[in-house]
């Protein structure tokens, strides 16, 4: 139940949606000025009019409202125009062709069809252009629709609880010697950071076309137009104008059904939609490794057979949290520990995300080596809580793989130069970039192993 105001937006709101969708009604229909004869036979249809003035365009059109027809451009020969009658005027766009017609964004199946949706356009926007400029400044979002149904899964999100970025106070003593003591006193390192408890993920929105009326779910405002009325959440399903959607909030909540695969899908996009604090093939890969493979020589460094990590690939996008990678199913541990690296490496955004790349390259050149660790620590703190989470995670397994050295022979430096291209990838693709930061790249990942009680 919300506030006498809150049911009043919404009657009114409710109450223009029915206004806005009898306005498409009554739009205009496209009326199609035909030619005496057919003018050419790249532009078929006796809709082409050939090379003809504006003067003589306006003359064909005069009084139909509605009325539509193409001509050649005389400024720019080889150039089509629509001409189109609209509000006792004619106004003239630019007309393409790609396979579909489209004079903006929305492309179409024929020019009738285009014509339609401008004259619905047109039209609603004359008679409502007031209402329209105000409707995504009172949005019913928050009482109704997508984010009533949220709350009762944040809720019990919220009940599971996340592990969040510890306090820490750099020491300087035997077991962190590289630290010395003015970084204590920096207080700013003391702060906490925010909880990862609320995963926030932005809605990835796609331009769709919606079948029969449609309201917003942000505004609750009819969504007008023949074809690309709106656009959708392709993660959770919200159904928003293109306008709206970037006032909505990070609050993604990722529908399972809409996810297809694990690989390749964004890290925040698949815990949030398994509701869990990590990846699974993270966690469960990591729990095969430490169960059987810990004392595996070159782990991590020695490639198991491509097919099986790509059967193994297909059997989480398939199955997920189900999926079989046991002994008995992979004897080979390299097979496991190389379908843990794909899924790492294959990640949309890394776990080191694109826009802290650089952040973390420079931060390894510093000569000095408190300095060095200090901005390392402060990246990893405007990290997205679900990419901290699973790096956190990481590097507490690669320490403890690197407590059996003695039979894997992977330190945390080996273990750096195999993680750092996987973790971590230049936001350009270039190549040349990737080369010549390798050796930052396995710096910041070794001293993430060495000092991951202190970092974390």
Excluded at 356 to 383: C, D, M, T, V
Excluded at 427 to 451: F, G, S, W, Y
Aim: aromatic share 8%; proline share 5%; net charge positive.
């Amino acid at each position: 139940v919300y506030s006498s105001v809150g049911q009043t937006n919404f009657i009114n709101m409710r109450v223009f949606y029915l206004t806005v969708y009898q306005l498409q009604q009554e739009a205009p229909r496209p009326k199609r000025i035909t030619c005496p004869q057919e003018v050419s036979a790249s532009v078929p249809g006796r809709k082409f009019h050939g090379i003809i003035s504006r003067e003589y365009a306006d003359e064909l059109l005069a009084g139909t409202e509605g009325a539509y027809l193409i001509r050649e451009s005389q400024r720019q020969p080889g150039t089509h125009t629509l001409a189109l009658s609209f509000g006792h005027q004619t106004l003239n766009y630019r007309l393409f062709y790609d396979g579909k017609h489209f004079v903006g964004e929305k492309r179409f199946e024929s020019v009738h069809d285009l014509v339609t949706d401008a004259l619905i356009t047109l039209y609603i926007e004359t008679k409502a252009a007031e209402y329209i400029a105000k409707m995504t400044t009172n949005p019913i979002y928050e009482h109704l629709g997508y984010t009533s149904l949220l709350k009762d899964k944040m809720v019990h999100r919220l009940s599971r609880g996340r592990t969040e970025p510890r306090r820490v106070t750099f020491q300087s003593d035997d077991r962190v010697s590289l630290i010395s003591s003015p970084v204590v006193r920096r207080s700013a390192l003391k702060d906490t950071p925010e909880k990862l408890s609320s995963y926030e993920k932005i809605h990835n929105f796609k331009v769709h076309t919606f079948r029969g009326p449609h309201w917003c779910e942000y505004c609750a405002n009819f969504m007008w137009g023949l074809i690309a009325q709106g656009v959708r959440c392709s993660d959770c399903g919200l159904n928003v104008h293109k306008q709206c959607s970037k006032l909505v909030p990070s609050d993604c909540q990722p529908d399972l059904r809409r996810i297809k695969k694990v690989y390749s899908c964004d890290l925040t996009t698949l815990v949030k939609a398994h509701n869990t604090t990590r990846p699974m093939v993270v966690d469960m890969c990591i729990r095969e490794i430490e169960l059987r493979g810990m004392k595996s020589e070159g782990l991590y460094r020695v490639s198991g057979f491509s097919e099986h990590i790509e059967d193994v690939r297909l059997a989480f996008d398939r199955d997920g949290e189900k999926a079989d990678i046991s002994a008995s199913a992979y004897a080979d541990i390299n097979i496991i520990a190389g379908a843990l690296k794909l899924y790492l490496r294959d990640l949309p955004i890394p776990v080191i995300t694109f826009d802290l790349y650089s952040k973390f390259i420079q931060a390894a050149k510093l000569p000095n080596a408190e300095s060095r660790l200090e901005a390392i620590h402060e990246g990893l703190l405007q990290l997205p809580p679900a990419h901290y989470e699973t790096l956190r995670y990481m590097m507490a397994h690669l320490k403890r793989v690197t407590t059996f050295e003695k039979y894997n022979l992977m330190n945390a430096e080996n273990l750096g130069i195999v993680f750092g291209p996987t973790l971590m990838q230049p936001p350009e693709q270039n190549a040349l970039t990737t080369l010549n930061d390798m050796r930052q790249q396995k710096l910041v990942v070794q001293l993430m192993i060495e000092h991951e009680d202190v970092l974390f």
